[in-house]
């Protein structure tokens, strides 16, 4: 038979005979939910605004370079933040039950199932923190994949095995034309040279297999189709200037590790220099060496494939040449 709450067992009453025991032991726990809250008070005042960078991220990479990166950083702040306040609320409880209620006899101490309020309090508050998740990373989510109508620069990212093109465009969709192109080959790497505080539309295609486009700083990959699908996303601005490396994130075939390309992100003035510079005709190398940046690709350098092993002519290859 199921024992009712409104049931009332001898160690109740042996409870509820010694009231001055039991307002000690309510006063006690009072007193350790007041320390665990004060804990978490002083830890959040210790450590500032900047909880993500003291707890290294909660594991999230830190150093994002664009407003959305940021804005995805904060929600998993955020989120871990939260998840730890009910942790240490969960913990807080189970250690109160060990300790207040831990074996002292043989009688069993005062059942609550069938409770109504206790519950309905386990049914709504789970659901409530994941409401509350779910609302702001639908936010967050839509905020990433917003596109605007007229972005400030398109580029469009043509992967194929295994390199990339980067092609500089003067409007959106696949109409548009390409007004400068960058084309990566065993011996260089490509660089995508891309402005600050100005929104960039990523327009991505494949020429053969599934690639996905990831720059680690961007926080952010996409996969990049083959056939007519253009995968596109936006980032509204970069605020960090320097270089970056970009990897392929999809496992593409035998050269996939070695399908890395360069994001350096310079002011819009050299911006418009350099774009000025290619569409004269000069090469990504001059381009960038006129603009006062180094030529070659600073965070990652070409893989040694051996593919010359096998080549009738190794003596002809030429040296660090492309685009
Ligand atoms: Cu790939």
């Known amino acids: 038979m199921v024992a009712r709450s409104s049931e009332v067992r001898p160690s109740a009453v042996r409870h ?18 007041g320390l665990g809250l004060g804990g978490v008070a002083l830890l959040v005042l210790l450590t500032g605004c900047d909880v993500g960078a003291t707890f290294d991220g909660f594991g999230w990479p830190q150093g994002g370079i664009s407003a959305e990166s940021r804005r995805m950083y904060d929600l998993w702040i955020a989120s871990c933040i939260a998840a730890l306040a009910v942790g240490v609320f969960v913990w807080g409880l189970i250690f109160w039950c060990v300790v207040r209620y831990r074996k002292r006899g043989n009688t069993l101490p005062v059942q609550t199932r069938y409770n109504m309020p206790m519950e ?30 007229n972005p400030d620069v398109t580029v469009e990212v043509v992967a194929f095995k295994w390199n990339w093109q980067f092609n500089y465009r003067d409007g959106q969709g696949p109409e548009a034309k390409t007004t400068a192109s960058t084309l990566g080959t ?4 490509p660089v995508l040279v891309l402005p600050t505080n100005r929104s960039i539309r990523f327009e991505e295609t494949s020429r053969d297999v599934i690639h ?31 270089a970056f ?5 999809e496992l593409c075939g035998s050269y996939h590790a070695f399908m890395n390309f360069e994001l350096r992100v310079v002011s819009p003035e050299k911006y418009d220099q350099f774009l000025a510079a290619k569409q004269s005709g000069k090469s990504t190398q001059d381009a960038l060496s006129a603009i006062g940046e180094d030529p070659y690709a600073e965070t990652t350098e070409p893989f040694d494939t051996r593919r010359t092993q096998d080549n009738f002519n190794p003596d002809k290859v030429p040296a660090r040449t492309g685009s």
């Open 16 to 33: 509820s005979a010694s009231p001055g025991a039991g307002g000690r032991r309510r006063r006690g726990a009072g007193r350790l939910a």
């Open 186 to 189: 065993s011996e260089v790497i």
């Open 120 to 149: 309905f309090l386990y049914t709504i508050a789970p659901i409530l923190i994941v409401s509350v998740l779910f609302y702001y990373t639908a936010i967050v989510q839509t905020d990433v994949d917003k596109l605007s109508k």
């Open 245 to 249: 490396v970009g990897r392929c994130a």
């Open 212 to 242: 996905s486009f990831w720059v680690p700083e961007l926080l952010f990959k996409r996969d990049v189709m083959p056939g007519k699908i253009r995968n596109v996303f936006e980032v509204s601005s970069l605020e960090t200037e320097g």
